[in-house]
Every structure is written in C-alpha cells, then in structure tokens.
C-alpha cells in the first residue's frame, strides 16, 4: 500500500503548497534561471544592445579580458584590496564593537542606535557626506587634523589613499554585522565564563577561549556576507570617484557596469558577471570548507 | 586565632573595595569607548545637517566649524526649487510603497506554503531558495535588462516594483522562520473541521503574522528608499527620478554647492531616521533572527 506514491491527503497538501508558492516559482524562473541562462549564453557573444543578432565567438570575451582589457585587471586586484581591507577591519571593529555593547551600560540602545544609524543612511545622501567630510583642504577631518597640527592625506583625491578611504566609508557602514555579534555574544552561557575565572582564566584568555570561538559561525555568516557584498560594491565608487583618482577605485562592479550601459559592450559584461561568480562561488566554498574545523555550533 | 581572623577580613574588605574600583574604572572605560565609536559613527549625519544650516561662506571656510556660528535655513527652500524635489520626492513614495506591499504580499503566502503545509521535499527546496541568496545581481542584471527592455519597461519604475510580488528568498526565509513559532494546534484543529488551506491562512495565520509583516515592511521600504543601483539603471527621464539617482544628478551638475546638496541629503535621509527611531525594536529583531542561522 505504501507503494502507491503519495495519500490523497498528501496529494492534496502539495496542490495546495504549490499553488502557495506559485509567486516565488514564476518569479524564480523568470528573474533568475532565465536571466542566469541567457547570461550565459551573452557571455560566449559580441551581444552589443544594439545588434539584435549577435555572433558566437567563443571564449573570446574572456581571453581579451584576462590579456587586452587593463582596466579588467586592475578593477579586479583593486577590488580584492579593497575588500581584504573591508573584511579584516570590519570584523575586527564590528566584534570590538559587539563585545562593549554586550556589557549592560546604560544608555546602551543610544550607542546601539549611533552604530546602526549609518546603515540607515541611503547610500546617496551619505556617500555625498563623506565626499565633502574628506575634502582635502575644506573638510571636517583635514580641518581636525589641523588643529593640532597634523596635514592630513589627500583622501580620495589621491590615488594611493583613496581605495583605502571608500574601504574606510564601507567600514563605517557595516553597522549590521554589530548587531548580529550582539546577538550571538548573548548566547553565550554566563557558566563558561565562572568555570574560566576559577580556574584562574584573565580577560584574554576568556575572549580568545571562549567568547571567540563562540562567535564563530556570526562570524562565517558575516564574513560570506561582506565578501558578497564587497566583491560587488558599487554605489559608493560610483558617486563618490567613478573609478578614479586614475582608476585606484575601479571596482570591479564599476568595471562592469562601464562594461555593460557605457560601452553597451553587454557580452563581455556577462562574461565579468560569470567570472564574479565563480570568484564568489569559489571563495565561498573555500570559507564553509574552513568553517567546517574551526566553526563551533554545539557545545 | 584571633589575629588570623582579623587578618583574613582586613584582607577581604581590601579586596572588595579593590574589585569595586576596578569595576568603576573598567565601566567608565567602556562608556567612553563607545562613546568615541558613537561620536565617529554618527558625525557624518550631524555634519550632514549642520552643513545644510551653513551659510555657503562659512561651508567653505577653512579650518570648518562643527557647529555653524550663524544658522540659516534658506538651503532647504532653495533645495526644494533648484532641484525636482517633490517630483522626487513622489517617485520614491510610489516606488517604495508599490514594492512593499508586494514584498509583503507575496512573502507571506509564499512562505506559508514553505512553514504550514507538510509537504513531501519542502525542507529541500526550501534550502534550495535559502541558497538562491548568494546568487551575485551582476549575473541577472544585464539580462533582466535585456528583458524588461524588450518589455517596454525601461523608463518607468516598473522593472523595480513587479519583481517584488514574486517572493524573496530573504524574506522569506526570514517569514518562514517565523511562522514556524505560530502553534500547529491551531492549524490542526481547523483542518480536522474542515477548512482548507487557504482559509487557514486568511483566518488563523494571517493575522498572526503582524510582527512578519511589520518587519517585511521595514525592510523593505528602507531598501527601496535607499536603493540606486536600480533606478540608476532603468530610468531615463529626470521626471521619473527617484530622490536618490535625482540628488546624484544634482551633485554631478552643481558640485560644489554643497549647502544645497547637504539640505537635500539632509531631507532624503531623515525619514528613514524617523521610520528608525519608531520601529527599531522590529530592525533591530529583523537583523539578529538572521544572523541565528546556523
């Protein structure tokens, strides 16, 4: 009798569960496995948006851009400094952050809501803000700097500080990862901390022994978070230096928009998007297969 | 006996006062601390308004003042003329509102079918949509692009707000999650009287999911608010601009009149402060729930 497949009752369940999730399966095959496919496909072709009837060529898009397109190269290496710097001081100041905001002081969701204001910032108004907080000679921080005495660096308007600097913005907006350390340091038990300070454990060994490891899948979550984000990051680039001061801060998403609604040269900007991908993809695999000897989950 | 009994409490009572000093002076650590983060992470946004109060001789005056030694407000009425503000203004209401009440539509029936109903392989493609997220935009864009291009979409905001009612797999993971709290009894005991699904989750689930909805909302209207790679990418007429890719317009055309640029910075941000200050509980929420992923 069990071999007859699913119950009526279950055959009823399903109708109705598909017809529930009918929204999420057209939209999934017409906004993703549709365009996912034809990316594809625009990748091996001179597609321009304009030719209705682009040629197959091959890999050819590739190969120029790994030996003709310069700017190929360089918004890739930019765009993997940029997010090495993101990644390291992000997390080391979100979890700093985390861990004072985690001891009961008062005013505490005063300073959690100053942390998380810049995430609420649209990305315009504040990217706008920080062009002119960074001003060379009129801004607020050379103007602070000056006070006591120091010339300070010429920011985005210098091609040896201006990566740093939109990394230094993206930092200032990562007010999201704080919240989630906030999360998962409260869901450390008080009793491993007392069992450490009998035994004689100083607020280092703690940290490093217990909070940390801990913290650990926060922290593969916020880190495949960021490397996503940062190894698509646009916005910021594109109002703040479109690419420049001589292309410091082309990113590769910047790269590949130029690519895409400048050059309307749209085949070869598939083929950026898959090689992203399988960056991303690859990076990604590579953090889960780490996480697999260092990530704690049950204690 | 008794010199060792007093010794042992001078020693405690040394000891105590010690700890309670020490925890004073680490708590007052602390507070200034995040005092200093919360001073670095807030000054761009009271820059952001004091700038907007300046007078265009003191916003480029050099050293800069923090605070503005005279105050005028002209900027923002001259913002609001110079600009298309309201125009704006009313493209990113209308762009926000339409995606938000699809997001929130079409996340709440598609993640009932994903928490409520047993069905056989839901866990696995479940996980499937949960993995759907890590997919880069850069694939789809151009294509979608292409698409909506074909469609005659480009130039309005429709390439933004129809793809909202087709489900999310953030939100619905992050609806799932939470309609998996909802007791089963309820849904059992009316089943076994004989309602079917749908009236299940008009009657019973729905209007349990208030707390979903409001975060759903949230999220969303702050996205679209905030969004500009979108409309960026499909509008073409300044009149349809939203607030977000028509102040970059401004900035590129008028760059160095940033008292203007810093009121109307000003007033596309304080909404979403406000939504903030009266709904962080829901954000705050929102964000950690995701994080307990695992």
């Known amino acids: 009798m069990a071999r007859m497949g699913l119950t009526v009752q279950q055959r009823r369940s399903l109708r109705w569960a598909l017809l529930f999730i009918s929204p999420w399966i057209v939209g999934f095959l017409a906004f993703t496995v549709y365009p996912v496919v034809t990316s594809f496909i625009f990748s091996f072709t001179n597609f321009n948006a304009i030719r209705f009837n682009p040629d197959f060529i091959g890999f050819r898009n590739y190969v120029q851009l790994f030996t003709r397109d310069r700017l190929f190269i360089k918004s890739l290496t930019n765009t993997l400094s940029y997010a090495g710097m993101l990644i390291v001081g992000a997390t080391i100041l979100d979890i700093f952050a985390a861990f004072l905001l985690n001891f009961k002081v008062r005013g505490l969701s005063l300073y959690r809501t100053a942390l998380f204001l810049p995430v609420m910032t649209p990305a315009v108004a504040s990217s706008l803000t920080w062009v002119w907080i960074l001003n060379p000679k009129r801004g607020l921080i050379n103007g602070l700097l000056a006070r006591i005495g120091v010339e300070g660096p010429y920011w985005v308007a210098s091609p040896r500080t201006a990566l740093l600097s939109i990394a230094m913005v993206a930092i200032w907006g990562s007010g999201r990862a704080i919240l989630i350390y906030l999360a998962g340091l409260k869901d450390v038990p008080q009793h491993l901390y007392e069992a450490a300070e009998i035994d004689g454990a100083g607020a280092a060994a703690k940290m490093w022994h217990i909070t940390l490891p801990l913290l650990t899948p926060q922290m593969l979550f916020n880190l495949v978070t960021l490397l996503i984000h940062s190894l698509q990051a646009f916005t910021e680039v594109f109002i703040m230096t479109n690419g420049g001061p001589n292309n410091s801060t082309l990113l590769y998403g910047l790269h590949l928009y130029n690519r895409a609604f400048k050059d309307m040269q749209m085949g070869m900007a598939s083929a950026m998007a898959w090689i992203l991908f399988i960056i991303i993809f690859v990076l990604t695999v590579v953090l889960f297969r780490l996480s697999k000897n260092l990530v704690v989950y049950d204690r | 006996m008794s010199t060792g009994a007093i010794s042992v409490r001078g020693r405690r009572m040394r000891s105590s006062a010690h700890y309670r000093l020490e925890h004073i002076g680490g708590r007052l650590a602390i507070h200034v601390t995040l005092l200093i983060l919360s001073i670095i992470f807030t000054l761009p946004f009271f820059w952001m308004l004091s700038s907007s109060l300046k007078t265009d001789a003191e ?53 009932y079918g994903f928490s ?37 979409w480009v130039g309005s905001l429709k390439p933004l707000i129809i793809p909202a009612y087709f489900g999310n797999a953030y ?124």
């Open chain 2, 116 to 152: 409520r109903i047993k069905w056989p392989g839901r866990d696995k493609v479940f996980f499937f949509v949960v993995s759907t997220m890590m997919l880069p935009g850069a694939v789809t864009m151009i294509p979608l692009y292409v698409l909506f291009s074909r469609l005659n």
């Open chain 2, 59 to 111: 916003i480029f005056q050099v050293p800069p003042t923090i605070i503005p030694r005279t105050i005028q407000f002209s900027n923002f009425p001259a913002a609001v003329t110079t600009i298309n503000f309201f125009g704006y203004l009313l493209n990113t209401i209308r762009y926000s509102v339409f995606a938000t009440i699809g997001a929130v539509i079409s996340n709440l029936v598609v993640s």
């Open chain 2, 171 to 294: 939100y619905i993971f992050l609806i799932r999650q939470f309609m998996m709290t909802l007791p089963v009894e309820l849904d059992d005991a009316a089943r076994i009287d004989g309602c079917n699904e749908g009236t299940i989750f008009t009657r019973i689930v729905l209007p349990l999911s208030k707390p979903a909805i409001t975060t759903v909302a949230l999220f969303e209207l702050l996205w679209t608010w905030n969004n500009f790679l979108g409309p960026l990418i499909y509008l073409r007429d300044t009149t349809t601009f939203t607030l977000s890719v028509g102040i970059q317009l401004f900035f590129t055309q008028h760059g160095a009149e940033w008292g203007l640029l810093m009121a109307a910075s000003a007033m596309f941000t304080v909404p979403m402060v406000i939504l903030f200050f009266f709904a962080q509980r829901t954000f705050i929420e929102g964000i950690t729930l995701t994080g307990i992923k695992g």
